[in-house]
């Protein structure tokens, strides 16, 4: 999985700095294939938290070079997902690298590891955002076809929802936890697949400070070239 980094900056920073990180994934590192497609895309948390799928109908497929020499974990939006196990209550935060390809109406790009209970996903007739934990937050317009930055933190009344560096959206999201994370569909059942390419996901079990989102973005500039 070579990689190429046009970025000059020293990224002597890492998501490890995070408080509480339960979750880290990153796409050149930990990655096992079967084939072409993702079996298992290993923590690097430290928490050992690893993303499965041991069904090869529902593994993603594994793409190299597709941002900044970067490859990405791809879902088809029909059946794919990657599903890691751990207790995770509110409030939480969420940093997600990903593109979707095309909008895809109600197609999740993260859920906790039951239904309902913390997730990210595309609704509308245009691409717009939502977060859910037992109440509809307020969306924000995702880019279609161009990898961005999604932040979602999840604390009830005190909600955000942000896209790289734009406005934040602030708001209640409701109370349920992740208690988990589903990567690529609804975790309650069949139906709502997602369709994202994605780059590196970090989750928190804790409300990320104005400064550390502040270094996930500079990280993410850095890595991936993101405008933000």
């Known amino acids: 999985m070579s990689r190429r980094n046009t970025f ?8 490890r700095s995070l408080t509480n990180l339960k979750l880290w994934v990153k796409s050149d590192t930990g990655i096992t294939l079967n ?29 190299a070079n597709q941002l900044n020499g970067y490859g990405s974990v791809q879902f088809d939006g029909i059946n794919d997902k990657l599903v890691a196990s751990f207790s995770l209550v509110q409030p939480e935060t969420v940093f997600i690298v990903y593109k979707n390809p095309s909008f895809l109406a109600g197609g999740y790009i993260f859920d906790g590891l039951t239904g309902d209970s913390g997730g990210y996903f595309q609704f509308g007739s245009s691409p717009l955002l939502y977060m859910y934990a037992g109440a509809s937050f307020n969306p924000i317009t995702g880019i279609v076809g161009s990898y961005f930055l999604a932040t979602c933190i999840f604390s009830g009344t005190s909600s955000k929802h942000q896209r790289n560096n734009s406005a934040e959206q602030t708001g209640n999201v409701g109370s349920a936890s992740m208690n988990g994370f589903t990567l690529g569909s609804y975790a309650g059942g069949s139906g709502y697949n997602g369709n994202p390419h994605v780059a590196e996901v970090i989750v928190m079990g804790a409300t990320a400070t104005s400064t550390e989102r502040a270094k996930v973005r500079e990280y993410v500039t850095s890595r991936y070239g993101i405008s933000m």
């Open 35 to 63: 084939g072409s497609n993702v079996a298992a895309w290993a923590d690097q948390s430290g928490n050992g938290n690893n993303l499965i799928q041991g069904t090869a109908l529902n593994q993603p497929a594994y793409v």
């Open 8 to 15: 000059f900056i020293p990224q002597t920073w890492t998501p």
